[in-house]
């Protein structure tokens, strides 16, 4: 730091110590662990244990700043040093196994990452071996550092880590930047949002100069209130057609897409909207002065006949224009009100779906409130008249029943219903359910979490977020587990081993080359996961391991088992299903280099979308020799799929969110395991934000030894998946750097989660030229 740094930094570093320390002018432990914001009291103990260099069981201004400066101005040995320090609890100069033990469960605790007790001695075995170079029975300094020395990631962050630990924020001068919306990359990123918006508005401006002009004479609160008018015959038709789902459906498979910004209908719908209640606060504000000075003549009617009766006889219908005005603009006013994001995404969906449905009074009342509205509204209203009606036959044609229920991880209910023959979707698609025992009246929009090619079932996955999600899975957590009959299950299994048989291979990484069932218990839990949840496909295991297993024949399963059938319900439950409607992501195939961001619950339309590609990519690849198990991959030709490289990135808060689709996502790694890494069609992140991030002191230990345990078992701690998963939230401008440098052609940008991610994730693609596209229904 420079010296200007240095003096700000020696300012805020002794203000917020007289801040912590109050008036005795000395930090105690309660007071350094406040301000050190630890989950986990060890770190803390250790720290001020380190900082109290007097041993007085408190830490003073000097000591403070002697501890600081080292860990900032330091050299990298004095820090090691300082490190070393905090892993060598009891003072002895070197580190022994039990106390490597105790800093990797802390680490753990404070990195919200729960691990069986023989998993932790596995790490404390993978770090203590590796750094104990001489087989001493214990770590030296040097050895530390030495191994410290094997991981350059770790001691460029253990720089980071300690210069920015208790460090005041923002010293630099934040750098004067160019608004993002006056950008070339966004304007280009853009453009067809753009010239449309700027279409939307200059029509607009026409048509209220032309009313306006009309009703010159009239004076000027008439020509606004006429004028504004106009345009809400336009907006409240227009914004009726930016919802006809099955036409938008339909014109993404056409050049139109290419013209007009059809995925952003649900961004131009709101827009609309709240320019709909813009407009009908200035309509009724012009129309209520007008009336004020029309009260004023002495042989007129008074305001509130002018607003409450049909007295002074105004509009087409027995004078009822103010009235139907009035009631127009409350319920104007109340859709806009509960359609926002706070009270959607705040669980009370319910209200955002019933007073929404207040628009078929709206368009009644504007039929009766302006005798042109109807012209406006004819076609457009018989269009969206027979969506409906073919929603409606379509959702009531057959019989659907949700045939099976898992209940997941973080109240996460995995449906299984059972597919009609007619039922035809693309790669995330969405549905709205309807399920009468729930709510009779209710319909709620998810993504389909199957894939196409799944002939038999369709997936939903549904997060408990709202009153509704929560009955659903409150409804299948009471009833009994096995809903069903053992002679039904044991039909079911053979139903589906009829329907295996002919592409049966190997035992999916739970049974050896010889045949044999796995003995280890993650193995059997990974085998029990995927029968239970992962679709029909050519690595399904053979009929008898199946049968073993759902049976509880296997000794060792048996726990497991009875385990995975806890969560699992089989029933014949009547559903209706609309549907499916279209999303941004079936672009996917029209790129070359894929982006898939999913956060938390939002991998649910990626979910489809990666079985699918897999199964074009793989199984179309896919040639076995009929003579002895040998098979090998051949490469597609450029019309059969455009798709160059897919890289996956998942964001979860904790490590239980990962179990909702590990087994999908490890049977897609075993579909590719004879592939390079270097040379992966599809390629997975998967980040946990509640982890400590690299660069912070309290966490390298921790991901060191989770970095060796994964060499050494090719398999990662958390997850169980051969992918890493990486502490703390991506640093997007390196994700999108690799992927840039990667070259593989024209990299389209596909997410699915929080607004505020999505605006992030989006300015970094502008940034790098990527296009983007956001999941939106």
């Known amino acids: ?169 923002d010293l630099e001068k934040k750098k004067h930047q160019t608004p993002r919306y006056l950008t070339p990359a966004y304007w280009h990123n853009n453009s067809r949002k753009l010239l449309f918006l700027g279409g939307y508005v200059c029509l607009n401006i026409l048509l209220f100069t032309f009313a306006a002009l009309q009703y010159k004479p009239s004076g000027p609160w008439i020509m606004v209130a006429k004028g504004c008018g106009q345009c809400l015959n336009f907006n409240c038709t227009f914004v009726m057609v930016l919802m006809l789902r099955r036409c938008l459906t ?113 368009w009644a009342l504007l039929v009766v409130h302006c005798a042109n509205f109807w012209k406006w509204f004819a076609v457009p209203g018989l269009v969206f008249l027979l969506e409906k009606l073919v929603g409606i036959a379509v959702s009531r044609m057959g019989g659907l029943y949700i045939v099976e229920v898992n209940l997941l991880p973080s109240k996460v209910t995995h449906l299984v219903i059972k597919r009609p023959q007619f039922f035809q979707f693309k790669p995330g698609d969405y549905v709205y359910i309807n399920i009468p025992v729930i709510a009779k009246y209710e319909w709620h929009p998810f993504t389909i979490s199957s894939a196409p090619e799944q002939q038999d079932t369709l997936w939903l996955h549904i997060r408990s977020m709202g009153q509704w999600t929560n009955r659903l899975y409150e409804y299948f957590r009471q009833l009994e587990p096995q809903h069903c009959s053992a002679k039904r299950l044991t039909r079911s299994l053979r139903n589906r081993h009829h329907q295996r048989t002919t592409q049966q291979e190997e035992l999916f990484n739970s049974v050896g080359c010889n045949g044999t069932v796995a003995s280890n218990k993650d193995d059997a839990i990974e085998l029990m996961s995927y029968r239970s949840s992962s679709p029909p496909g050519p690595t399904d295991p053979p009929a008898d391991q199946l049968a073993q297993l759902e049976h509880g024949e296997v000794p060792q399963l048996r726990e497991i088992s009875a385990k995975v059938n806890e969560n699992q319900r089989f029933c014949n439950i009547k559903c209706y299903v609309d549907g499916p409607y279209g999303t941004p992501t079936r672009q996917i195939f029209a790129s070359e280099h894929a982006v898939l961001i999913g956060a938390g619950i939002g991998i649910t339309p990626f979910a489809s979308i990666l079985q699918s590609i897999m199964y074009r990519w793989y199984r179309m690849r896919k040639q076995n020799c009929p003579n002895c198990n040998y098979s090998w991959c051949e490469n597609l030709k450029d019309n059969e799929m455009k798709l160059r490289k897919v890289d996956f990135i998942w964001i979860n808060r904790d490590q239980r969110s990962f179990e909702w689709f590990v087994s999908l996502l490890t ?111």
């Open 1 to 169: 730091m420079s010296v200007d740094d240095d003096a700000r930094w020696l300012e805020w570093v002794t203000k917020q110590f007289e801040s912590i320390a109050g008036d005795d002018k000395e930090i105690d432990l309660e007071e350094f662990k406040t301000a050190l914001k630890v989950k986990e009291s060890f770190f803390a103990e250790r720290f001020f244990a380190l900082f109290d260099s007097d041993g007085s069981g408190s830490i003073s201004l000097d000591e403070l700043l002697k501890a600081l400066n080292l860990l900032i101005h330091g050299s990298e040995t004095d820090k090691l040093r300082f490190l070393f320090q905090v892993y060598d609890v009891d003072g002895s100069g070197s580190i022994d196994p039990d106390e490597l033990r105790i800093v990797l469960k802390s680490c753990l605790r404070e990195s919200a990452i729960s691990l069986p007790e023989e998993k932790l001695d596995d790490l404390t075995l993978a770090l203590f071996e590796s750094a104990d170079r001489d087989n001493s029975g214990s770590i030296t300094f040097e050895e530390l550092k030495a191994e410290l020395e094997s991981f350059p990631e770790v001691m460029e962050n253990l720089t980071i880590s300690a210069a920015n630990w208790l460090k005041p924020p």
């Open 250 to 362: 339909w014109l993404r498979a056409t050049w139109v897409v290419r013209i007009f910004p059809l995925d952003q209908n649900i961004l131009l719908h709101q827009l609309v909207g709240y320019a709909i209640l813009g407009l009908t606060i200035v309509h009724t504000g012009a129309h209520v002065v007008n009336f004020v000075v029309l009260s004023q003549r002495s042989d007129g009617y008074g305001l509130w006949e002018y607003l409450f009766t049909t007295r002074p006889g105004i509009g087409w219908v027995r004078g009822t224009a103010s009235l139907t005005g009035v009631l127009l603009q409350l319920l104007v006013g109340l859709m806009v009100v509960c359609s926002s994001t706070f009270v959607r995404r705040s669980g009370h969906f319910e209200v955002f779906y019933w007073t929404h449905l207040s628009y078929i009074w709206v």
């Open 667 to 777: 049977k897609l790694e075993m579909d590719q395991a004879d592939e390079e890494p270097e040379g992966r069609f599809l390629e997975m992140h998967m980040y946990m934000t509640s982890a400590l991030s690299k660069n912070d002191m309290k966490a390298i230990g921790l991901q060191m030894a989770l970095d060796l345990l994964a060499k050494k078992e090719k398999r990662d701690s958390i997850t169980g998946l051969r992918t890493r998963t990486q502490p703390g939230r991506p640093n997007w401008g390196k994700v999108f750097q690799k992927v840039a440098e990667e070259k593989k052609g024209k990299v389209h940008v596909f997410f699915c989660g929080s607004p505020a991610l999505a605006k992030f994730i989006k300015a970094h693609c502008e940034q790098s030229g990527f296009k983007f596209y956001k999941e939106n229904f």
